[in-house]
């Protein structure tokens, strides 16, 4: 690829592409689609991933990381965030557990499936996955406390039967999350930025070098226009996603299956950017890039989800389903345990990469087969 295509936004496909899925999502919205336009949706959904990786990539080019993953992780939370809320009020009674489902199969993707498919490349092509355990162990640690905060503790409360949170408590869990995100960004973004930078391997130049280092950095406007066109690729990514899961409602009930199994294929689509964004970054040996963007999503979804919901809760009619049962109790207990001592050496080799995977095919599996 050349540097040219690597630093403007406005090549060919990466102008064309969002904007044919944003058209696609305008005259699917809302309507009974056949299996040729859930089809033609489909590959639309495909190209806006492809296509939101491109534009998150200059403009990550242009301001640097940590704050390039931060972009990225926050605009796909944000209109993730914008459709539960959509959907919850269109639902009633039947989505009460929505958000909890999503929150908690996004922790899942990415603390498990970013973060372990990311060491497994890094540790591929350069033996050892090297990252910052400084910064990585932060993130987990924000991630481990509003989980538990806003996903486990409403099993346990008895202000309110069933495992919900009272008016009170609710309010609390979003002050809290609110609170806990913004003190990350200020600690990944200022006061010790440090701690989230690709760490500096040392290895031979040539052999697997980040080649994007070396190109040339876009210019303000180029990155506004990616930023812009990175937002409308996200807004289809999402919009497609809700605009076929009736079919994979149908799809999904005709199988016998669990109906918490559309809200996993849905994380799985809108997380397909930032997943392909870290597989990318892992591949050019910067892992603690691809950390930075896991861990940020999954704090992201939780910090953001959680006070959105309770500020919906006022107009929103229903029971709000927070706790989690417990085999995903127990799920959350182990990706917390495993991750620390994945973090804690500051390396790690296609074990940990493995266990990772292995603990989201568990959740995968049990979503299937409860």
Not at 232 to 247: F, H, I, M, Y
Request: glycine share 8%; proline share 5%; hydrophobic share 55%.
């Amino acid at each position: 690829m050349s540097t040219a295509t690597r630093t403007s936004p406005l090549t060919d496909w990466t102008l064309l592409v969002p904007v044919v899925a944003l058209v696609a999502l305008v005259f699917s919205w809302g309507r009974d689609l056949p299996g040729f336009a859930v089809a033609l949706v489909s590959l639309c959904l495909a190209g806006a991933v492809l296509a939101a990786v491109h534009h998150a990539e200059v403009v990550a080019h242009r301001v640097g990381e940590p704050f390039g993953s931060l972009v990225l992780a926050v605009a796909v939370t944000v209109i993730e965030v914008a459709l539960i809320v959509t959907l919850m009020a269109d639902g009633g009674g039947k989505t009460a557990s929505l958000a909890r489902d999503t929150v908690f199969a996004a922790v899942m993707i990415t603390c498990n499936g970013i973060v372990g498919l990311s060491l497994l490349v890094g540790a591929l092509r350069n033996r050892v996955a090297v990252f910052n355990a400084e910064g990585s162990g932060a993130a987990l640690a924000t991630v481990a406390t509003l989980a538990v905060l806003s996903l486990v503790l409403p099993t346990f409360t008895t202000s309110k039967p069933g495992p919900e949170f009272s008016t009170a408590q609710l309010t609390f869990a979003a002050v809290a999350s609110l609170a806990l995100y913004g003190l990350f960004i200020t600690v990944q973004t200022v006061r010790h930025r440090d701690y989230f930078l690709p760490v500096d391997t040392g290895r031979r130049p040539g052999t697997h070098a980040d080649d994007s280092a070396h190109a040339t950095r876009p210019t303000a406007r180029a990155a506004l226009a990616g930023l812009g066109l990175l937002l409308v690729a996200l807004v289809a990514v999402v919009g497609n996603a809700k605009a076929v899961s009736p079919t994979i409602e149908k799809g999904v009930a005709d199988a016998g299956l669990p109906n918490a199994v559309v809200g996993v294929i849905i994380a799985l689509l809108v997380l397909a950017p930032e997943t392909l964004a870290a597989v990318r970054a892992a591949r050019r040996d910067r892992v603690q890039t691809s950390l930075n963007l896991g861990y940020g999503s999954a704090i992201a979804s939780i910090g953001l989800t959680i006070p959105a919901i309770a500020l919906a809760s006022v107009w929103l009619s229903g029971p709000l389903t927070l706790g989690l049962d417990p085999v995903h109790m127990v799920l959350l207990a182990l990706t917390v345990v495993v991750s620390a001592l994945t973090l804690a050496p500051g390396r790690a080799t296609l074990l940990q990469g493995g266990v990772h995977l292995v603990l989201l095919a568990a959740y995968l599996f049990l979503a299937v087969s409860p």
